[in-house]
């Protein structure tokens, strides 16, 4: 099996720093830049799973980086360089602390609330008499705060956002065309390549007085696509969708009888079904890029990633 990234400890040119999240370490460079490195780690209902999934962190930094290039004209973006294929290293902004989450279909974790009585996501009413996967009048934004490390994030109103001050009425709306104007871009992408993003989440961050999209985007853990063939039959039979996400992963864990409920007991990952995963981010990769999917070497992989960080940033700082 191909060595997976599970774990970084770099000492990088100018380091001040180093953030680990439940997938990405992010090193702190000069106060000015930041070296994000997508690991094959994994998670799901907030819990990081115990093994990687090799060639992940490869696919959703270039995933990331292709929409990032893709959607540069709509906002300007925290990139500067993609060095190697799992990282990133871009512009340090003081981000927002709320995510922009826009869904165009009632499923996943909406539809499992819904399901259970709710009519109302952050502040936005949904309508009676929905279907699972069912398809919004209009894409619906509905912002969760940006949690922690090991806190979840929450739904929040744009009411209580602006009540709050943790956004102020100006960058809040700015925030909000961008979003609709990012989900469109990504919509238009995705039917050109027979998907439907069904939703995603979006993070802004702030230089002076200038926004910028950062951290990744309309990557399979950011967001939710449905093949468009064959849809409306599914839909009409009640069926569930074929999709690309990470939601197979919840439902795996949920069919084990996991939801990252206290007492539970995270069931065992077969090699086989590590490489089921591995091969479904590929084919994702491949089907939204329109590319075929190069497996970089992982053979002392963390030796290639400090190598190739530390020369762009020699070359940078110059």
């Not at 090193?27 to 819990?47: G, K, P, Q, T």
């Not at 949920?254 to 590929?282: C, H, W």
């Not at 497996?295 to 020369?311: A, C, H, L, P």
Request: aromatic share 12%.
């Amino acid at each position: 099996m191909a060595q997976s990234i599970i774990k970084t400890k770099f000492s990088f040119p100018r380091q001040k720093s180093l953030y680990e999240g439940k997938v990405r370490d992010v090193y702190n460079i000069n106060n000015e830049l930041l070296a994000m490195i997508v690991s094959d780690r994994i998670s799901a209902f907030d819990v990081v799973l115990p093994k990687g999934i090799p060639y992940k962190g490869q696919v959703l930094n270039q995933i990331a980086a292709k929409f990032l290039d893709a959607t540069s004209d709509i906002v300007p973006n925290w990139k500067i360089a993609t060095p190697d294929p799992t990282v990133t290293i871009g512009r340090k902004c003081n981000p927002f602390p709320v995510e922009m989450i826009i869904r165009g279909y009632l499923t996943g974790s909406s539809w499992r609330s819904y399901k259970n009585g709710s009519r109302e996501i952050s502040g936005v009413s949904i309508p009676d008499g929905m279907k699972e996967h069912q398809a919004f009048p209009e894409a619906i934004i509905t912002p969760t705060t940006k949690a922690d490390m090991g806190y979840h994030d929450e739904d929040i109103s744009k009411e209580e956002i602006l009540k709050q001050g943790l956004v102020n009425a100006e960058d809040y709306a700015k925030l909000e065309e961008y979003t609709y104007k990012l989900f469109q871009r990504g919509t238009e992408i995705a039917a050109d390549k027979g998907l439907i993003l069904v939703d995603t989440k979006y993070e802004f961050g702030k230089i002076e007085d200038e926004i910028y999209l950062i951290d990744e985007i309309h990557t399979p853990d950011s967001s939710r696509y449905f093949y468009s063939d064959g849809y409306q039959e599914r839909f009409d039979n009640g069926e569930n969708q074929k999709q690309l996400s990470k939601e197979f992963v919840r439902e795996w864990l949920m069919e084990n009888d996991f939801q990252g409920k206290e007492g539970e007991a995270l069931p065992e990952m077969t090699d086989e079904f590590v490489n089921s995963v591995s091969e479904r981010y590929i084919e994702l990769y491949e089907i939204i890029t329109g590319e075929k999917f190069i497996k970089e070497d992982t053979f002392e992989v963390n030796d290639r990633i400090e190598k190739n960080v530390s020369t762009f940033l020699n070359t940078y700082y110059r």
